[in-house]
């Protein structure tokens, strides 16, 4: 199945999301880890959907979500700096999910310059990873 | 707001739901009115979008759905059948709603001849109608 671009960022404005997580990490020196990640959930009927964008990306990992639903799910800096990031500053989403998709970018941008290992830059992480979950419909 | 094709498939691939309902209805000679249906729903913050698929489409109308949500809607077999269907016969949906799509055209081409006017094409409809509803995931 080829994917066009555009059908992407609608799948995506849909049924897309990015969603920052802080989790207590005792090894790390400042205390927390950074875990952001960029998914796309689908019944897993549409599981070939799901391959496809894992194919167009070249990154990322589909697996079993919730009871009958399967996850397109991509995390790491790297693979989400260098492929998922630019796909979304080169085509932008048409929904509220862009507002998403910058505060995302912000907090990978600050991780790429190893901020999410200060304090401040956690603390300022944690503030718009807040926003983003507050902004979250579902 | 200007929407390319390709991202409409991918975003009703998403959102959108193709629905055949059948009603009684005292006024018509069979007892029985069918009226096909098609919906994107979103939350209220992305009602521009549904604007924007009403433009696009040239038909329908942007409803308040239920609680925050709002619904792009379009029912009335000509609508339908110049409108909806044309776009869809051209621009493939990509997930098993194309399924639901090709069931719900075959149901609008019944219609056009008049077949659901009739005690056999009723029963037919009916039949495809409640696959249809089989189908949906939600």
């Known amino acids: 199945m080829n994917l066009e671009a555009q059908w992407i960022v609608g799948f995506v404005d849909g049924e897309g999301g990015f969603h920052v997580g802080i989790n207590k990490h ?8 950074v875990l952001p990640e960029f998914t796309v959930v689908q019944h897993e009927r549409d599981i070939q959907v799901l ?6 990306f070249g ?5 079993s979500n919730h009871g009958d639903r399967m996850a397109y799910r991509v995390r790491g ?3 989400l700096l260098q492929h998922i990031i630019p796909f979304f500053e080169k ?3 048409k929904t509220k999910k862009g507002i998403e998709f910058r505060k995302f970018r912000r ?19 944690r ?7 507050r902004g979250a419909v579902r």
């Open 26 to 33: 005792p090894d790390m020196k400042i205390g927390y880890q």
């Open 107 to 125: 907090v990978l941008l600050m991780m790429q310059e190893g901020l999410h290992l200060t304090e401040d830059g956690l603390l300022k992480i």
């Open 77 to 79: 800096q790297q693979h």
């Open 127 to 133: 503030e718009i990873a807040a926003e983003m979950n």
């Open 59 to 63: 990154c990322g990992v589909v697996r």
């Open 51 to 56: 391959h496809a964008l894992k194919s167009y």
């Open 91 to 93: 085509h932008k989403l």
